[in-house]
C-alpha cells in the first residue's frame, strides 16, 4: 500500500500544481506565472518543508516524464497546416540549427569548466537545450547527473518564454520564422507552447527548430561526449 501512496503522491502533487498554474495563468495573464514555474515553486517548497525525498516524489512523477514523449507528437498537427512555410524557410532553418544549436551545447559547457565545476556537473549542461526525454537520455549517456540536467533543461525553457520572447518584441523582430527559430532552439517545448498560444505559424517553425535541435545534440553527444 506504502508503494501505491508513493507512486499516486509524485503523479498527483504533479497534476495539482499544475492545475494550479493554468488557473493563476489564465487569471492574471503574467509571463512569470506560466504553469511550469508554478508548480515547480510548489512542489519544490512542498518537498523542502516535508523534508520528502526529492527520489520519492519522482516515482510517481515519472509518469509525466513518460508522457511527454507522445505529446510531442500533438505539435504536428498545427505543423501541418504552416509546412508550406517550413519548406520554403528550410534551409535557413537548418542553418540557424545548427549555428544556434552547437553554441547552446558547447557554451553552458565550456562555461562551467572555466568556472571549475566537477566533470558531472559540466556534462550535464550538454543536453539543456534539447526537451526533456531526450536529454534525460542524453545526460546519462554523457556522464552526467540526469536530475541537474532536468533543471538546465527548465531554466533554458522558462528562460526563453519569460525573457527570449520579450526581448524579440523589444527588439523589433517580428518575422514568424526568425522568432520561431530562435525560441525553438534556445527554449525547446516550454517556449514553443508559448509562442503557440498567439501564432501557429511561429509555432510549427520553433516545433521543426527544437526537434532539429534535439537530433543535432543527439548526434554531437554520441560522436564526442559518449
Known amino acids: 500500500m506504502n508503494t501505491i501512496i508513493t507512486y499516486l503522491f509524485g503523479a498527483l502533487l504533479t497534476l495539482g500544481t499544475y492545475a494550479i498554474g493554468i488557473y493563476l495563468y489564465k487569471r492574471y495573464k503574467k509571463t512569470w506565472m506560466q504553469p511550469l514555474i508554478v508548480a515547480t515553486v510548489l512542489i519544490g517548497a512542498l518537498l523542502v518543508l516535508t523534508n520528502i525525498p526529492y527520489e520519492t516524489y519522482?516515482?510517481?512523477?515519472?509518469?509525466?516524464?513518460?508522457?511527454?514523449?507522445?505529446?510531442?507528437v500533438a505539435l504536428a498537427y498545427p505543423l501541418y497546416f504552416n509546412l508550406h512555410m517550413v519548406r520554403k524557410y528550410f534551409g535557413p532553418i537548418l542553418l540557424g540549427v545548427l549555428?544556434?544549436?552547437l553554441?547552446?551545447?558547447?557554451?553552458?559547457?565550456l562555461l562551467t569548466k572555466w568556472l571549475g565545476a566537477d566533470?558531472?556537473?559540466?556534462?550535464?549542461?550538454?543536453?539543456?537545450?534539447?526537451?526533456?526525454?531526450?536529454?534525460?537520455?542524453?545526460?546519462?549517456?554523457v556522464g552526467g547527473i540526469p536530475s541537474l540536467t532536468?533543471?538546465?533543461?527548465?531554466?533554458?525553457?522558462?528562460?526563453?518564454?519569460?525573457?527570449?520572447?520579450?526581448?524579440?518584441?523589444?527588439?523589433?523582430?517580428?518575422?514568424?520564422?526568425?522568432?520561431?527559430?530562435?525560441?525553438?532552439?534556445?527554449?525547446?517545448?516550454?517556449g514553443t507552447a508559448k509562442l503557440f498560444e498567439t501564432s501557429d505559424r511561429e509555432g510549427s517553425v520553433s516545433t521543426v527548430a527544437y526537434i532539429l535541435t534535439a537530433i543535432l545534440i543527439t548526434v554531437v553527444c554520441t560522436l564526442f561526449f559518449s
Open 58 to 72: 519522482m516515482k510517481g512523477a515519472n509518469l509525466w516524464n513518460w508522457l511527454l514523449g507522445p505529446a510531442v
Open 150 to 190: 532536468v533543471v538546465y533543461v527548465m531554466i533554458a525553457g522558462i528562460g526563453g518564454a519569460v525573457l527570449g520572447i520579450p526581448i524579440l518584441d523589444k527588439m523589433g523582430i517580428r518575422h514568424p520564422v526568425a522568432r520561431g527559430l530562435s525560441v525553438g532552439i534556445a527554449s525547446h517545448g516550454f
Open 119 to 141: 566533470a558531472d556537473v559540466s556534462t550535464s549542461t550538454i543536453p539543456k537545450n534539447a526537451t526533456t526525454p531526450i536529454a534525460i537520455e542524453l545526460s546519462e549517456m
Open 103 to 109: 553554441f547552446g551545447l558547447f557554451s553552458g559547457y
Open 99 to 101: 549555428g544556434g544549436g
